[in-house]
């Protein structure tokens, strides 16, 4: 994906033809998931959301809610990059929720933070960035393996936001 987006994306395809092929819905799911992360890291926004609207019907109909927490989060951030703060904050709300249901702390911490960056843009909702920022960050603290690279780097962002907010 880093180096080479366009490529990224030709091996979903095929990923996604197979699956297909032999009725994978779940694979399918994942490789249109994959096609949407290639054209969002080109900064595709129509594309990805194509790509992403797929994955999360696919995810839905096989009730795999852990795709479609992850597929509503990713959805937030396309739409907070464009600076549409109500349909982020929409769509990270009902990743948590599903994320809460799941019981998932790795996809609640991300919707937490997602949804207190959202907050975070407006001076007057700066108590509820820190609110959703305050929950994330004992739940990633929480994780066992504290020497974890990614734990650390998580705790941290979610450290700096609380000073920024």
Do not use: H
Not at 68 to 94: C, H, R, S, T, W
Request: proline residues 2%; negative net charge; contains cysteine.
């Amino acid at each position: 994906y880093g180096s080479d987006p366009q490529k990224a994306i030709r091996f979903a395809e095929l990923a996604n033809e197979l699956a297909k092929r032999l009725k994978l819905a779940k694979e399918s799911a994942t490789a249109l998931k994959s096609m949407g992360l290639g054209y969002y890291l080109q900064g595709k926004s129509v594309e990805t959301l194509e790509y992403w609207e797929q994955s999360l019907a696919l995810f839905d109909s096989i009730g795999d809610k852990t795709g479609v927490a992850n597929i509503l989060n990713n959805e937030g951030a396309v739409y907070f990059n464009q600076g549409d703060d109500n349909k982020a904050l929409e769509l990270y709300l009902n990743s948590l929720k599903v994320s809460e249901e799941l019981q998932d702390t790795l996809r609640i911490v991300s919707a937490l933070s997602n949804i207190g960056g959202v907050y975070a843009n407006k001076p007057k909702t700066y108590d509820k960035a820190l609110e959703n920022y305050f929950r994330a960050l004992p739940l990633m603290e929480s994780f066992q393996d504290q020497n974890d690279q990614r734990t650390k780097d998580a705790i941290g962002t979610i450290c700096i936001n609380i000073g920024k907010a």
